[in-house]
């Protein structure tokens, strides 16, 4: 039984002991030594990051390079092009001057037809109006020029014209110059037409009616052949 007490607080002694918190340590190295541990430790993250700033630069560096190498390249390709269309441009040089002769031509058929009359058709036109047994013996036509004014009906009651037609007929009987002046009228662009005189002669015992007629022309007469349309201008 003595025994039996005794080993029981040893085993409490053991369970004590395994509880026990550690006991506090006490650091006996001297500052020194501690700041030179620290100063070494602050020097290895320094090492590090100036090896990452480093890698960065030359990172940085070799994407520059290699920017710059495209960049000359492309200008190296525009400078080509830029070559070869100026040698094209050369080959077209005289295009501008001969594009401007032709505008300088173009403006000056324009200004020399601007007042243009096609006289035959209308001279047809006027025959084929005329009664029967009168033909036309001689005509005369009084037009504008390119660099002139537009003559103008010196009668108030004549619509607005830009040029006359006369001429001197001949017919075996009287004349009916109403149908005359009435066919005349009928001829598209032809205006204001009149007799102006009515005589008779006599060659080899024929006798013969002459007169002389005139009829203005409007400006629809005008052959516009060469005029500027809305697409050149």
């Known amino acids: 039984m003595s025994a039996q007490t005794l080993r029981a607080p040893a085993r409490q002694k053991k369970g004590a002991a395994a509880f026990t918190p550690g006991l506090p340590q006490v650091n006996l190295l001297p500052p020194e030594v501690r700041a030179a541990r620290s100063l070494a430790v602050v020097k290895r993250w320094l090492v590090v990051a100036l090896l990452v700033t480093v890698a960065v630069v030359a990172l940085a560096y070799v994407s520059a390079v290699f920017v710059r190498s495209a960049a000359e390249d492309r200008l190296a390709d525009a400078e080509s092009r830029t070559i070869a269309l100026r040698a094209e ?49 001689s005509f005369a036509a009084t037009g504008p020029s390119p660099t002139g004014l537009v003559s103008q009906s010196t009668s108030p009651l004549d619509a607005p014209s830009i040029a006359s037609f006369s001429f001197q007929g001949q017919s075996t009987t009287v004349p009916d110059t109403a149908a005359m002046l009435d066919g005349l009228a009928s001829v598209p662009g032809l205006q204001d037409p009149w007799v102006s005189s009515i005589a008779v002669t006599e060659v080899d015992g024929t006798t013969f009616y002459t007169f002389s007629a005139t009829v203005q022309m409007g400006p629809t007469t005008l052959a516009q052949r060469f005029a500027a349309t809305t697409e050149e201008s």
Request: glycine share 4%.
């Open 89 to 137: 441009e050369r080959k077209y040089a005289e295009v501008p001057q001969v594009r401007g002769a032709i505008d300088q031509v173009t403006a000056a058929r324009q200004t020399a037809t601007a007042t243009e009359i096609r006289w035959l058709p209308y001279l047809d036109a006027v025959s084929a109006v005329l009664p029967d047994g009168v033909r036309i013996e």
